[in-house]
């Protein structure tokens, strides 16, 4: 059973900075894409950014320059820095792992975590 946790989330004034993180655990053996993903109240599921194995990186332009994806693959773990925050990018952050291969074989679905609540104020 592959399981996503995320932690990072909470409150900051606009301009500020949060760091998210999110740790895959499983029998896990490989991750082909890891990414993060948001949804305001109101509005549909987006993606915000999005890394693959090998490391390319896919951002949503309303968050380039601002935002930063990284991972880390032998720890199966997906960070997203986020500076210079607005009260737009106020949402629950979800994560995201695509490609999971594990001792059984590869997983044909994606996998998403629980989510965390990203708050900014003005």
């Known amino acids: 059973q592959v399981r996503l946790v995320e932690s990072g989330g909470g409150w900051v004034q606009a301009g500020g900075s949060l760091r998210l993180s999110c740790a895959a655990s499983?029998?896990?053996?490989?991750?082909?894409?890891m990414g993060w993903y948001r949804q305001a109240p109101g509005k549909q599921r987006e993606l915000v950014a999005a890394i693959t194995r090998g490391g390319s990186t896919n951002y949503a332009m309303s968050v380039k320059g601002r935002f930063t994806i990284s991972r880390d693959n032998a720890k199966n773990t997906v960070y997203l820095q986020m500076n210079n925050l607005k009260p737009e990018d106020t949402a629950v952050y979800y994560c995201?792992?695509?490609?999971?291969?594990?001792?059984?074989?590869?997983?044909?679905?994606?996998?998403w975590g629980q989510g965390t609540q990203v708050t900014v104020s003005s």
């Open positions: 499983g029998s896990i053996l490989s991750i082909n894409a």
């Open positions: 995201n792992a695509d490609g999971v291969v594990t001792i059984t074989g590869p997983v044909y679905h994606a996998y």
